[in-house]
């Protein structure tokens, strides 16, 4: 990844929300639709728009705290707030999206994107944290284990505002 390598890693961590963004683009169209055919609910019923407020709100708070994070705070804090956000996709991958599409052998909507973008650029990312030390393994452990608790908060205030928004 010539490209990527030759990034500092304050402009690299920019790559979150422009990737999110993109993310969020594939699986916002489809989510309605796949929900009402799953045999299970595995989360609670939501129409287009709602969903599109809602992950719109989530892309605009990713610029937002990467913003914050690298542009104003510049330091390990600011870019821990961003690798936050990364860990969180990196979970997001595997579950929901590549858990349900194997499970229930239909396409989820993201896992695109999950699998050929947030996999691979997670694992870049984060090993290059690693390697530059601005992250430690108990930092990466943390942040992992915090990412699907704060995956469950975030999209059920999302949705929730998404549905207040749509009144």
């Not at 239909?106 to 650029?121: D, W």
């Amino acid at each position: 990844m010539p490209f990527l390598n030759s990034l500092p890693f304050e402009r690299l961590l920019w790559l979150v929300p422009i990737f999110f963004t993109l993310h969020n683009l594939e699986e916002a169209p489809f989510m309605e639709d796949w929900s009402k055919r799953l045999p299970l609910k595995i989360h609670p019923t939501v129409s287009t728009r709602q969903f599109v407020i809602a992950v719109t709100f989530l892309t605009l708070a990713g610029f937002l705290v990467t913003y914050f994070g690298v542009e104003y705070l510049y330091n390990s804090t600011g870019y821990l707030l961003v690798l936050g956000i990364q860990a969180i996709l990196l979970f997001n991958a595997f579950v929901p999206h590549i858990a349900s599409t194997i499970r229930f052998r239909i396409y989820s909507p993201g896992v695109v994107t999950a699998l050929l973008i947030t996999l691979p650029f997670s694992f870049y990312l984060f090993r290059r944290a690693l390697n530059e030390n601005i992250l430690n393994w108990t930092q990466f452990g943390i942040l992992l284990g915090i990412a699907p608790f704060a995956m469950v908060l975030f999209a059920l205030l999302a949705l929730q505002l998404g549905k207040a928004l749509d009144r």
